[in-house]
Every structure is written in structure tokens, then in C-alpha cells.
């Protein structure tokens, strides 16, 4: 799977957005359809997006679009005419305030039958929005619902409003959260909505960081958030994209050590050993997985050979 580091939100409804983020360095252009669009253009959104995904060249992007939710009367004109017209340059649909597997059954049946009838030649995924205490409660059915499953995403603004939590800063998205609390708010939540991601081999994505003027707030953010395993980061502007990449890019000091490890490994076994040490610490076959994983990772980005 491609890397997800940087997944760059950009509003439907903005024609002009889109062939900015077209040029950016984000790993994910997702063309949203639901909060950034007011209620009364939500058709005329709905056509732009797909102008856009049919008149740039997004060879280079990972893309999705971010459809409304399934209780509104949009998402299903959203999935059918975005689908139908542009589902041969859609990586994957985002669904946002998943609750239960029901939701995602639906939406796996009705792409099941818009790629046969369009004859598409590969599988659109799907991406799960984990916004309320309900979601989070459902996050493993919710990722096992089906194959399409690609990634779980934390919404942490509708998440807080869930559980009734205090508002601290005019986005609700992160900021300002060292202020009223010792450590990290929302640990536990994203913890748990990234085990039930991984236990099923899927990414997970943390919430976007609200003030995009605030990089050392945002950096602090993608640390966190990469600490607790997560792959990637909403950003809701281009200016947070560099910052974004380079937290979840493998550094020089990772790969170098994974490195190490690996080869140890091979050593190991190569004399038969069971016992690995890398710098006089011994190492499990857990930290053999992990180095591999982080090399495969590097090696994907070009980063190694």
C-alpha cells in the first residue's frame, strides 16, 4: 500500500483548491464533499469534484473523496454519481461518522455494483471515519465489515462532542489540549482505534491539527501520533504537508538501526542461533518485525535499495 503520510483535505465546492493540491507534495488529495461544503451547494460540489478528478492528472496522488454521511440525503447521490463517473481515478471513498459495520456494508454492495457495471478494473477502497463513542465501541467490526477496508481515521472534533468533552480551541482539532490536561487527551482513543486497525493489517490515520498557522503545534501533534502507530495525518492545508512528511518519513538514524537489526537477524540464523544482540542489548523476534516493516517502508519511498 502506498504511504499515507500526509492526507491533504481540500474542499469540494473550491475549483481553485484543487489544482493547488493537485501540485502539492501530500501523499493523499481527498476531495471533500462533507464539512468544508455548505448545505446549499453540496450538488454543485458534488459536480465540481468530479470535473476536477476528470480534468487533472492525479497519476502521482493518491486520491479519495470524502463523501457525506450515510444519515444525510447526500451520501448516496455522492457515491453514485462520483463513483460512476470518476471511479477509475478514485483510490478510495472516506465515510465519515462510521458507527456500525452497517454502514460499510452498504457502501461495499452499491461500489460491488457500480464497478460491474462500469467495468472497473480494480477494487475502490474504503476509509472509515471513527468520529463518536459509538464508532469507536464498533471499531472492529467496523474494520473486518469488509475487504475494502484500507484505513480507520480518527475525527477528533466530532469525537469530543461524542463523549461531551470540553471544548479548549475554536477548531476543536487538537490545540491548546496541554492546557487542561497532564499528558495526552485523546491517548486511550486513538490507542484503541489503532490496535483494532492494525490487528487486521489496515492503516491509521490521526485527525487534522486546527490552527495551520501553529507548526510546532502540529509537529508535536504527528510526533504523538506516530509514537502510538499511527501511519499518517490529516492536514487542512498545504502549508502542514512538509511537517506531516517528514515526522512519518523513516529518519537516517531509523533505517540505519533497522538495519542493523535485520542483519543481526540474518546472522543469527544463519549460525543457528536463537539469541539476537545489536549494541549489547538483545533483541526480540517482535523487533525483528518491526525493523523489517520500517525498512520495507523506506524501501518504498525510495529511500533505500
Same mark, same amino acid.
Given at each position: 500500500m502506498k504511504p499515507r503520510r500526509s492526507?491533504?483535505?481540500?474542499?469540494?465546492?473550491?475549483? $481553485?483548491?484543487?489544482? $493547488?493540491?493537485? +501540485?502539492? =507534495?501530500?501523499?493523499?488529495?481527498?476531495?471533500?464533499? +462533507?464539512?468544508?461544503?455548505?448545505?446549499?451547494? $453540496?450538488?454543485?460540489?458534488?459536480?465540481?469534484?468530479?470535473?476536477?478528478?476528470?480534468?487533472?492528472?492525479?497519476?502521482?496522488?493518491?486520491?479519495? !473523496? @470524502?463523501?457525506?454521511?450515510?444519515?444525510?440525503?447526500?451520501?448516496?447521490?455522492?457515491?453514485?454519481?462520483?463513483?460512476?463517473?470518476?471511479?477509475? !481515478?478514485?483510490?478510495?471513498?472516506?465515510?465519515? =461518522?462510521?458507527?456500525?459495520? /452497517?454502514?460499510i456494508y452498504f457502501a461495499d454492495r452499491l461500489l460491488a /455494483?457500480?464497478?460491474?457495471? =462500469?467495468?472497473?478494473? @480494480?477494487?475502490?477502497?474504503?476509509?472509515?471515519?471513527? +468520529?463518536?463513542? +459509538?464508532?469507536?465501541?464498533?471499531?472492529? $467490526?467496523?474494520?473486518?465489515?469488509?475487504? @475494502?477496508?484500507?484505513?480507520?481515521?480518527?475525527?477528533?472534533?466530532?469525537?469530543?462532542?461524542?463523549?461531551?468533552? @470540553?471544548?479548549?480551541s475554536i477548531s476543536g482539532h487538537g490545540e491548546k489540549e496541554e492546557e487542561i490536561y497532564p499528558g495526552h487527551r485523546w491517548h486511550f482513543t486513538l490507542s484503541n482505534m489503532v490496535m483494532h486497525a492494525k490487528s487486521y493489517g489496515r492503516l491509521a490515520i490521526d485527525a487534522p491539527y486546527?490552527?495551520?498557522?501553529?507548526?510546532? /503545534?502540529?509537529?508535536?501533534?504527528?510526533?504523538?501520533? #506516530?509514537?502510538?502507530? #499511527?501511519d499518517g495525518k490529516w492536514a487542512i492545508h498545504p502549508s502542514q504537508v512538509d511537517v506531516i512528511n517528514e515526522v512519518f518519513t523513516p529518519s537516517e538514524e531509523d533505517i540505519a538501526l533497522a538495519s542493523k537489526v535485520i542483519e543481526a537477524d540474518r546472522l543469527a540464523k544463519s549460525e543457528g542461533r536463537g539469541a539476537i544482540a545489536v549494541e549489547g542489548r538483545m533483541v526480540d523476534q517482535a523487533t525483528v518485525r518491526l525493523a523489517k516493516k520500517l525498512w520495507e517502508q523506506a524501501r518504498f519511498m525510495g529511500l533505500v535499495r
Open positions: 492526507n491533504l483535505s481540500v474542499p469540494g465546492h473550491l475549483k $481553485k483548491m484543487h489544482g $493547488k493540491a493537485n +501540485e502539492s =507534495k501530500a501523499d493523499v488529495i481527498m476531495l471533500d464533499l +462533507e464539512d468544508s461544503v455548505p448545505v446549499g451547494e $453540496k450538488s454543485s460540489a458534488r459536480t465540481q469534484v468530479i470535473e476536477s478528478l476528470l480534468g487533472f492528472d492525479w497519476s502521482h496522488n493518491t486520491v479519495t !473523496v @470524502r463523501i457525506n454521511s450515510l444519515d444525510t440525503p447526500f451520501a448516496y447521490r455522492d457515491l453514485l454519481e462520483v463513483v460512476e463517473n470518476a471511479g477509475h !481515478v478514485i483510490d478510495a471513498i472516506v465515510i465519515p =461518522k462510521v458507527n456500525d459495520p /452497517g454502514d /455494483g457500480i464497478e460491474m457495471e =462500469k467495468q472497473l478494473d @480494480r477494487q475502490i477502497g474504503i476509509e472509515a471515519s471513527i +468520529e463518536t463513542a +459509538e464508532g469507536l465501541r464498533n471499531a472492529s $467490526k467496523i474494520t473486518h465489515a469488509s475487504d @475494502r477496508i484500507l484505513s480507520l481515521v480518527f475525527g477528533i472534533a466530532d469525537y469530543s462532542a461524542s463523549i461531551g468533552a @470540553r471544548l479548549v486546527g490552527n495551520f498557522k501553529d507548526l510546532v /503545534g502540529l509537529r508535536r501533534s504527528a510526533i504523538m501520533a #506516530c509514537a502510538l502507530g #499511527c
